[in-house]
């Protein structure tokens, strides 16, 4: 007993001496904001970092190089591990250090060629934008030059090596990770259709993705007849797709099925201190650190403050001291997938309209940790290139048809084309010092079709959506919504839109500009930029808050933000309020409630709760028996909603979507269905919490989770580094948290505001801002997440240019004696 004493009592003397040794390891890997950095390569004269008490960067340099410099410097002392796994991301280089998991996600961004991509628009730039660019990656290389102490734990625990010197193509290859989360119409629209061709006509597949509302369907080639008519194997087709749309790719923003962001400006003459006030809130995948990263950058010619993106310099979304801008997503289809006919004879051959070609190929080599080495052979046709060889079972699908009907997916992307000015262009926005130079920077904006509404002191305000736009000729009749037939030439972009044609307005009549991912196009105008517009819920919205009367502040603006009246719930309310009576005391119960709510998604309120798990029902009871086994893919899915609304007004005659299928002995109403839906619902949510309706709360299922990538599908370690709170809201609210209604979590969100800013062009104004989680990634830090409980609140951070506070820690920066 005495030898196990003391073998027990060493053994827990080892682990204590352990655990102490790994905290101090950790401690060691936390960022030094205070003192002097040392001499780093690279700088031209001193530079200061000055934190204040969020931990915000206010860099001070002596020209606009240094400064860029100095932000590298901040983004790699604060998101090490974040910019360094985002450049796996973007080069395809994961299963390095996660193994086989992320070999699919590697295969198609090696196939869909983003670094080699990023590299040919590195080299094309010009000198001066280059030579910034590479200001702000030497920056990033002097801190992993000089560091101390250990690498942020991420690396410890995923054994990942310590990070290569950063490169100008490694900031475009990040920007065209954001473009490529912003660009999915190949997955949400093509991929999507190709696979509801294999069970639907046409006329059924355009009541499922209905046009938007107010407008008339798209007209187009009946593609599911062109399908046929080519001998494509449906099934097969439908199955390719489907293995394609589920290769999950880590995306810089997360948003996957996302819904948009919101912005909007209002003119001096409807504000209180008589200048514009302008606010952004652009709605991203929650991540843990936030893929933002506040700061304020002071040099000669250049003074403007916002949200970066770590990675990439300068300020993306913003002000300086004469404009302020904000960005939402215009949603542009610039992807177009082409079905590649292949030689009956050679697989190697394709069919254009001069005749068959051969692809050009190259070979890419993954490295798999705890695996042998894959080789990646890309190959490429005149449209791109094809990505149903990300995986072997979607490549054979698509060629299991007969000799003359096989076939490749390729796609085009303008992303892809290999020249971009936009880096000139952010660059351009920061320094602008009037509406007009505004403008013209714009004209260089390429990377993804956004609208930027902005404002400067002299009192204009606007809104521009530019971007690299292709143009679609008039015998396009598949307009970009199904992959087409890859050897008719009829199908290829004719160029691109120029920039007069791009969507403008400047100085409206009304005194304010709202977009909200609403279609931002006038009845008459003359061409095709997308289908994919959201919902105008939110910009309706927002339109009645701005115009409801009185004068705006920074304050009614913060009232806006937090907005969580739905009114795409009144609208389904509406629609069923002839719901048969239900048969549960409990459902009946809940009709009452419902049918006299305002449509308020509260935390506090029983309501929204009540509403999602009754829509989550009904969607279930009325579509699972049409789409069989493509249920689970696509019924939750946010593309639904409209059809939904549509199929419960009675506008939908393809089909009788109400009908169940499987019950040949009853014809099914859809005022049966919700009453069956919500007797359904409401039991369940009674049964799951042991309270009355009255007793269920939105919040108590409701949690906005801030992911972290890639320690939350690591098990436990996942509640060190993931983030989460109660949220209100619903996909259509102000105050946004989209809900997939799916399991596990069909009530939770990972998709809301990323962050919240409004800026006051007045001459004294500065502005507010929040966002969630913290300004330093390391969870060990103490501005981890010190921001959450403000961005839950909807409360924020006041920014002063006077900067009238002295900074709560400061490093100084020197360059190599001379």
């Not at 880590?250 to 200048?275: C, L, R």
């Not at 403008?504 to 008459?524: E, Y």
């Not at 048969?583 to 419902?594: F, T, V």
């Not at 509403?611 to 049409?626: C, E, S």
């Amino acid at each position: 007993m005495k030898f196990l004493r003391r073998t027990l009592a060493t053994l827990l003397l080892l682990v204590l001496v352990a655990v102490i040794a790994l905290f101090l390891v950790l401690r060691s890997s936390l960022p030094d904001h205070e003192g002097d950095a040392g001499a780093l390569a690279g700088l031209g004269a001193e530079a200061r970092i000055e934190r204040d008490a969020n931990a915000i960067a206010h860099i001070k340099a002596g020209s606009e190089r240094d400064a860029l410099f100095a932000l590298g410097y901040a983004h790699a002392q604060d998101r090490l591990w974040q910019i360094d796994f985002n450049r796996r991301i973007a080069q395809g280089r994961l299963a390095e250090i996660l193994g086989p998991p992320a070999l699919d996600a590697d295969r198609f961004l090696r196939v869909l060629g983003v670094r080699r991509a990023a590299r040919a628009i590195a080299d094309a730039l010009d000198s001066e934008t280059r030579a910034l660019l590479d200001a702000y990656a030497a920056g990033i290389n002097a801190f992993l030059a000089n560091r101390r102490g250990a690498l942020p734990p991420e690396f410890l625990l995923t054994r990942a090596p310590a990070p290569e010197p950063w490169h100008a193509a490694d900031s475009i290859a990040w920007s065209l990770m954001m473009a490529w989360d912003l660009s999915a119409s190949y997955h949400r629209n093509e991929l999507a259709r190709l696979r509801l061709a294999a069970h639907f006509s046409r006329a059924e597949i355009d009541e499922l993705r209905p046009p938007y509302p107010g407008d008339a369907p798209l007209v187009t080639a009946d593609y599911v007849e062109t399908y046929r008519g080519l001998g494509l194997p449906a099934r097969a087709a439908a199955s390719a797709s489907a293995q394609l749309a589920a290769v999950q790719l880590p995306s810089p923003f997360g948003t996957g099925d996302a819904i948009g962001s919101n912005n909007w400006v209002v003119a001096g003459s409807h504000t209180q201190s008589g200048h514009a006030l302008l606010a952004n809130d652009p709605h991203l995948g929650l991540t843990a650190p936030s893929v933002w990263y506040f700061a304020r950058l002071t040099a000669p010619g250049l003074d403007v403050f916002g949200a970066t993106l770590p990675g990439v310099p300068y300020v993306l979304l913003g002000r300086n001291r004469d404009v302020a801008w904000g960005f939402t997503n215009t949603g542009p289809d610039v992807q177009d997938l082409y079905l590649e006919r292949l030689h009956p004879a050679d697989d190697e051959s394709y069919q254009t309209p001069q005749g068959f070609a051969r692809f050009e190929t190259r070979s890419e080599t993954i490295n798999v940790r705890g695996g042998d080495d894959v080789t990646q052979v890309v190959r490429t046709t005149r449209h791109g290139p094809v990505i149903s060889d990300v995986l072997a079972t979607a490549g054979k699908a698509l060629r299991s048809g007969a000799p003359d009907s096989r076939f490749v997916l390729a796609l085009r992307w303008a992303a892809l084309e290999l020249a971009d000015s936009t880096m000139r262009a952010i660059r351009s926005m920061n320094v602008a010092r009037d509406a007009d130079a505004f403008e013209k920077a714009l004209r260089d904006w390429q990377l993804v079709q956004q609208n930027i509404v902005f404002a400067d002191r002299n009192g204009v305000i606007g809104m521009i959506a530019p971007g690299r736009v292709p143009v679609r000729g008039p015998q396009h009749d598949f307009k970009g919504v199904a992959p087409a037939p890859g050897w008719d030439a009829r199908y290829d972009w004719q160029g691109w839109l120029p920039f007069e044609a791009m969507p403008r307005i400047v100085n409206p009549a009304s005194g304010f500009i709202a977009t909200a991912n609403q279609k931002m196009t006038p009845p008459d105008y003359p061409h095709f930029l997308t289908t994919e517009w959201y919902l105008p819920y939110r910009a309706d919205r927002i339109s009645q808050l701005l115009a409801a009367g009185g004068s705006h502040t920074q304050a009614s603006f913060a009232a806006i933000q937090a907005d969580v009246i739905s009114l795409a719930a009144r609208d389904m309310l509406a629609a069923l309020k002839d719901t048969t009576r239900p048969s549960s005391p409990a459902g009946r119960a809940a009709l009452e409630r419902l049918l006299a709510w305002d449509g308020g998604m509260r935390v506090d309120a029983p309501e929204p709760l009540l509403l999602q798990a009754w829509l989550r029902k009904l969607r279930a009871r009325i579509f699972d028996d049409d789409f069989g086994e493509l249920a689970a893919d696509f019924v939750a899915s946010s593309e639904m909603t409209q059809a939904t609304l549509n199929v419960l007004r009675g506008q939908t005659s393809a089909r009788n979507w109400c009908d169940d299928r499987t019950t040949a002995e009853r014809t099914e109403t859809c005022a049966d269905l919700a009453a069956e839906a919500l007797d359904s619902a409401a039991t369940e949510l009674a049964s799951q919490t042991g309270r009355d309706i009255a007793g269920l709360r939105w919040g108590d299922q409701r949690q906005a989770v801030f992911e972290h990538r890639p320690l939350s599908n690591a098990g436990f370690l996942r509640r060190w580094f993931e983030l989460s709170v109660p949220h209100p809201g619903d996909s259509y609210t102000i105050n946004v948290g989209r809900l997939n209604l799916r399991e596990p979590s069909p009530f939770g969100t990972r998709h809301a505001a990323s962050l919240r800013a409004i800026y006051d062009l007045a001459p004294d104004g500065g502005g507010t801002w929040v966002y969630g989680g913290g300004q330093v990634g390391h969870p060990l830090s103490s501005h981890h997440h010190d921001l959450l409980e403000r961005w839950q609140r909807v409360e924020y951070v006041p920014f002063d240019w006077a900067e009238t506070k002295s900074p709560r820690q400061t490093l100084l920066l020197r360059p190599p004696a001379r």
